[in-house]
């Protein structure tokens, strides 16, 4: 009897120009998006006016804490706009400084997907390598954030590389030390407490974990080594600004737990439907697949280690943080590497869902995204125009043609990649992360004029400039950090921040209200000399007022009754 052959892919049998392939789809995907637009709030602008702050030598205030026109950012850490200045700096004489930020975080993006590869490749020996990179761009949830400058990217590449390391304690321990080290600076380099926590503890639970038990001495080796970087830092900065760092501990190392409203697991759960799709659904079936003894069970180096790295920073950012879905990052290596291991034990029936969910549910978004670039640039369809037109209010710009050539050649590529194939689990993956590619893609050619146009400051701060006071300081009411760094990024301007008018010192005034609230002025007190908004968002405006030097009432008995009915 002939004994059966096993057609199982696997990536060491890919020929060559199938995986230069899936390398271009990894490069389409990681460089779209960086350049075109303006820092969106809420989060990109604190993080490049920290950037700015520390660059620019006229705006510098120190080197060690975070400074947001002029304004100390206790809960954020200077450490990894350290590592990103010297690349930024070499990069701003090609593009604006933002843009030049966004390369930074491609980078780092990058060294994660790479990780996750390298992590793959090492645990299942080189049967899923291509797989984990395919499925980390397919999640719906991190290209928006891999775009946008910031440092929750860099702790989702520490927490990549450190299951790159847990995946080479066995054949190269040296080589797994340096990285979970590095995993682990990198983290507390990005987010100091939180990112310390979401990669150390779960290395510390490993070493009692019985798989991992005979590399306890790597795993505490790699602990001792970051926990000494980390508090050299903290030492250098307590000597170098002791103010800043007593600040820094009276908001709880960065977390500020006393300002937090709410815990966050059912937040956090509900963000990873979406976030993480559809690596989650994946990893749940490998986990239960695992749990009841198939493919070697679940006490496996590959299984146990992203268990507990997911695990650990649930919990971690459940208890130390506000509820906010950019934390959810850190929980996408783990899921990504759980659900590498999954594909291929899928049925037919759940593949072939996720691989038409995709072409169809994606395709029809990317033509409703070119029938509403239509709509804005030349009107048509005409029940769409009018109907658009209200969320873009007089917004004047032209057909992008570029664009529309870029969209067509993706369109191309991607009608080349979703063709009948060899069906099996890691087709409908990678048809899936074609589909998220393509819409990015034709998203950004086609859209990115009208959304910059809604989300950007420049055009309300740019016309505030010109009615700003040439000489006399301006202060701040309820004005955001997000907007403040824009300010002074997008118009050199800076204002003496306030809690209410009664405290304002200054000639002028400027008021961010949203919905009406905080209350305008009194009309006898203050001159209105500026209101605008972004364009289609009338419940935020910006109101720079004049204080006027009315003179003062009399003091008679009857006073107190002008102003009765």
Not at 357 to 383: D, E, H, K, N, R
Request: a positive charge; hydrophobic letters at 55%.
């Amino acid at each position: 009897m002939q004994p059966r052959i096993n057609h199982q892919p696997t990536d060491r049998n890919k020929v060559r120009w199938k995986s230069w392939a899936l390398l271009a789809l990894i490069g389409f995907w990681l460089t779209s998006g960086v350049v075109g637009r303006d820092p969106w709030k809420p989060d990109e602008p604190v993080f490049i006016g920290i950037l700015q702050s520390l660059l620019d030598p006229s705006l510098r205030t120190g080197w060690w804490r975070p400074m947001v026109a002029g304004v100390a950012v206790d809960s954020e850490s200077i450490l990894i706009h350290w590592l990103n200045a010297p690349l930024v700096l070499a990069l701003k004489s090609l593009l604006p400084l933002h843009e030049a930020a966004r390369i930074t975080n491609v980078l780092w993006t990058s060294l994660g997907v790479a990780a996750l590869f390298a992590a793959a490749r090492r645990w299942s020996g080189g049967h899923i390598s291509y797989l984990a990179a395919i499925i980390a761009i397919g999640c719906v949830g991190l290209y928006d954030r891999a775009h946008a400058y910031g440092p929750d990217i860099p702790v989702f590449a520490a927490v990549a590389l450190a299951l790159y390391g847990c995946a080479c304690l066995a054949e190269a321990p040296r080589r797994a030390t340096l990285a979970l080290a590095a995993a682990i600076v990198v983290a507390f380099a990005g987010r100091s407490v939180l990112g310390f926590t979401v990669v150390a503890l779960p290395l510390l639970l490993l070493c009692f974990a019985p798989v991992y038990s005979m590399h306890r001495v790597a795993l505490v080796r790699a602990l001792l080594f970051a926990s000494v970087v980390c508090a050299v830092w903290l030492a250098a900065f307590a000597l170098r600004d002791s103010a800043g760092f007593a600040e820094w501990v009276d908001a709880d190392f960065g977390l500020k737990l006393e300002d937090r409203d709410r815990f966050g697991p059912t937040f956090y759960l509900s963000t990873l439907l979406w976030f993480a799709w559809p690596a989650w659904p994946v990893a749940i079936w490998l986990v239960t697949l695992r749990a009841r003894g198939f493919g070697g069970g679940w006490q496996r180096g590959e299984v146990i280690a992203p268990i507990i790295f997911a695990a650990s920073a649930f919990a971690a950012v459940s208890a130390l943080t506000e509820p906010r879905a950019v934390h959810t990052l850190y929980l996408l290596p783990p899921i990504i590497m759980l659900a590498a291991f999954g594909v291929d034990t899928l049925k037919r029936t759940w593949y072939a869902l996720i691989d038409w969910f995709g072409i169809l549910v994606l395709g029809l978004t990317a033509i409703a995204v070119v029938l509403v670039a239509s709509s804005i640039y030349f009107g048509w369809p005409p029940m769409i125009a009018q109907r658009i037109t209200a969320y873009v209010p007089e917004f004047a710009g032209h057909a992008p043609w570029l664009g529309y050539g870029v969209a067509l050649i993706a369109f191309v590529i991607w009608i080349a990649l979703i063709q009948p194939a060899h069906q099996h689990a890691r087709r409908a993956m990678i048809n899936w992360a074609g589909c998220v590619t393509f819409l990015w893609i034709v998203a950004q050619a086609l859209l990115i004029s009208p959304a910059n146009h809604i989300m950007s400051y420049r055009g309300v701060f740019s016309a505030l400039d010109g009615k700003w006071p040439k000489s006399g300081c301006v202060n701040s009411v309820e004005l955001s950090t997000s907007q403040a760094a824009m300010l002074q990024y997008l118009v050199s301007r800076r204002t003496v921040p306030v809690d209410s008018i009664d405290e304002a010192n200054c000639p002028f005034v400027l008021l961010q209200r949203y919905r009406g609230t905080p209350s305008a002025p009194a009309a006898t007190d203050y001159a209105l000399r500026f209101r605008g908004n972004r364009p289609g968002d009338n419940a935020e405006a910006f109101e720079l007022y004049e204080k006027t030097l009315s003179p003062a009432p009399a003091d008679t008995p009857n006073d107190s009754k002008t102003d009765a009915p």
